[in-house]
């Protein structure tokens, strides 16, 4: 089926910068995108989702925005903070009743102080 | 609220051996739950689609003889990993599904299993 792909495997920023984590969707027919944080030896922990009505959403430090147009989906953490550090993932769905999430491969953030 | 626990959370058997692992929504009831493996640096592959009360759903190459789904209550599915061997040995992360119209979806913390 198809899938959803990112487009770095790591990023390395500095404390108190923005980070931008970028997700690349396939399926047009998803109207649901959510991000998720993953800490080593840990399940998924939510962070932000969007669907598709919207193109833009704002949470605490984070900002998802989403573009149909090209399928792109994108995560904004503001003022990074070395807690960050962890692998993200996007996921799609079609939200309907039954169908499950399918994930991105993941970017892993190293935040230095 | 959706809180789903997933037990064990690390677990070590023999080769040949078969290993339970359980998800439970803790309150709420899961119509609907899924099944995912984590391989080292890699991201979560769906497995299965349990639905109460009805056979699981695989994904292509999934084994369903190997990978046994039950899940028989709203609030309990479980994960039977069969004479499992080392190649088995993954992160295994159980999900639910809840809510009406707009789904919102809630993760176990996962089950490290390592067969030897």
């Known amino acids: 089926g198809e899938s959803v792909g990112l487009h770095l495997p790591t990023l390395s920023v500095q404390e108190g910068d923005n980070s931008i984590i970028n997700c690349a969707y396939s399926n047009s027919a998803s109207d649901y995108f959510i991000w998720y944080k993953q800490e080593s030896g840990k399940g998924p922990q939510f962070i932000i989702d969007i669907r598709s009505n919207m193109d833009k959403r704002q949470g605490q430090r984070v900002t998802v925005l989403l573009n149909k147009t090209v399928k792109h989906l994108s995560l904004q953490i503001a003022a990074t903070q070395p807690g960050d550090s962890a692998v993200y993932f996007c996921?799609?769905?079609?939200?309907?009743?039954?169908?499950?999430?399918?994930f991105g491969k993941g970017t892993t953030l190293s935040v230095s102080s | 609220g959706a809180v789903v626990s997933q037990h064990p959370s690390r677990v070590i058997c023999k080769s040949g051996t078969s290993v339970k692992i359980e998800c439970r929504s803790l309150?709420?009831?899961?119509?609907?739950m899924f099944w995912y493996r984590q391989f080292p640096k890699q991201s979560l592959m769906l497995m299965a689609t349990?639905?109460?009360?009805?056979?699981?759903?695989?994904e292509q190459g999934v084994e369903k003889d190997k990978f046994l789904i039950n899940h028989a209550s709203l609030t309990l599915s479980t994960l039977t990993v069969t004479s499992a061997h080392p190649e088995d040995s993954s992160f295994y992360i159980c999900s639910a599904a809840w809510g009406y119209a707009n789904y919102g979806y809630t993760f176990g913390s996962g089950t490290r299993l390592t067969v030897v």
């Open positions: 349990s639905n109460e009360g009805s056979k699981a759903t695989y």
């Open positions: 996921a799609e769905t079609e939200n309907q009743a039954g169908t499950a999430l399918i």
């Open positions: 309150d709420f009831q899961a119509t609907t």
